[in-house]
């Protein structure tokens, strides 16, 4: 048996122990439940926005990528953001404003484009660098039109231009959707493409791909530090699981004073100053807290049955939400972050993987609510109302669905989805634009940067 294999099935012998304490052997009963509606200003009018291709103003070869990269780059940004309805390239005008000289507003304020605003600008290549003028108007305001006026510049490359997209693209999603947006922002994930389970990383968008760790053994769990300065996750070595933290200024492993026993499912505080993990340390899966380096470890449960997947509440870090087989199947429950007032959030089924929103108001978590001998039940993605326990499900009927994450705005959840194979896929904090963000291997366990 070859290493990969061997690893591989460690990896299911470790997990297998903690799913056989989860046998279900009576019968329940599932409580109906309300729907809960959140997400992206559900309910509110969208503002109509065209985003014009960009005015390119020099002659350099690069010119053309770069413009396309960023064009590109920006549509897709603001169709992301689930506040605006687009103006399709086909139904705006075939002209390309670079000023705010050249915008003829009635052009994109009548009909076909119809659109309330338009961003537009110009991109120019020079002495290796790239600089874009990007602007937005107010197409039904003829008096005083303009919104935004922004310049960026940086060196020349594709992967610079689209950085200065994501950022235009931020910039008009703070100032006509009152929230900071997310196109800079990263994911996170485990991919077996290379043959071991290792750390990877990529953009929101699933573009730049590319793996951060090499250890050359199952690494699973990956969790970003607050300041996107370091990784902590799960790997399996020598002596077992442990947690790892990697450092993403260094580039290199750093020190961290994992626990024995199988440790797992590391998680921060918002504030970065502490991790929540599981561990076996004491011959029992429990939840535990120590600070940003393993010291001053705290055990917070003490229940016989798994405890794992602990996630704090990011708005205040005074609760942690956390998985547990305490009666039977897994589910999910919440308790003060010293331990206290434990409170049972899910009513039955199999429930798993909670993620926390940034807001504090909503879980998102993994749930099969027929889950038994012979039920049809599937595995889908779920949101919950934390003070009213109200739940609404995101998806429906496609493949196994698990590991939910949430965008640093709340309005997106990016998620694993197996149906076929595994990949990453993102939508819409109402469950709605589902698309996959991984296309070629094996892709898991999905952890969205905070900013």
Known sequence: ?????????????????????????????????????????????????????????????????LKSAFDTTLFNDLSNAGIFDMVSKSMAPPIMPGSPQEIQLAQWSGAPSNADMVAFGAISVADGKVTAYGYLFDAKNQQSPQILGKQYSDNATVDNARMIAHRFADEIIA???????????????????????????????????????????????????????????????KNGWSIHMYSLLLNRAVGFNSPGGTTISPAWSSDGGKLAFSSARDGDSE?????????????????????????????????????????????????????????????????????????????????????????PGGQDIYIMDIASKRWTQLTHDAGRNDFPSWSPDSRHIVFQREDGGSQIWTMLSDGTEQHTLTHSGSNSMPNWSWK
């Open 1 to 65: 048996m070859n290493i990969s294999k061997k690893l591989d099935l460690l990896t299911s012998r470790c997990f297998l122990f903690l799913a056989a304490l989860f046998i279900f052997a009576g019968s329940y009963q599932i409580e109906a439940q309300d729907w809960v509606r959140t997400g992206t200003n559900l309910g509110a009018t969208k503002i109509r926005l065209a985003a014009a291709d960009f005015k390119p103003t020099s002659n350099d070869p690069q010119t053309g990528s």
């Open 175 to 237: 100032r006509l959707g009152g929230i900071a947006g997310i196109c800079e922002t990263k994911i996170y994930f485990v991919s077996a493409r290379g043959g071991n389970k290792e750390i990877w990383v990529m953009d929101y968008d699933g573009q730049n791909e590319h793996a951060i760790t090499h250890l050359g053994t199952i690494s699973l769990s990956p969790r970003i530090a607050p300041d996107n300065s370091r990784v902590a996750f799960s790997s399996l070595g």
């Open 287 to 375: 939840i535990y807290t120590t600070d940003a380096s393993g010291g001053g470890a705290r055990r917070l449960t003490a229940f016989h049955g798994p405890d794992v997947s602990p996630v704090w509440n990011p708005k205040t870090n005074a609760q942690i939400a956390w998985v547990s087989g305490r009666t039977g199947l897994p589910q999910i429950y919440i308790m003060d972050s010293d331990g206290a007032n434990v409170q049972r959030m899910t009513d039955g089924g199999y429930a798993t993987s909670p993620s926390w929103s940034p807001n504090g108001q909503y879980l998102a978590f993994a749930w099969n609510r027929k889950y038994g001998p012979g039920a």
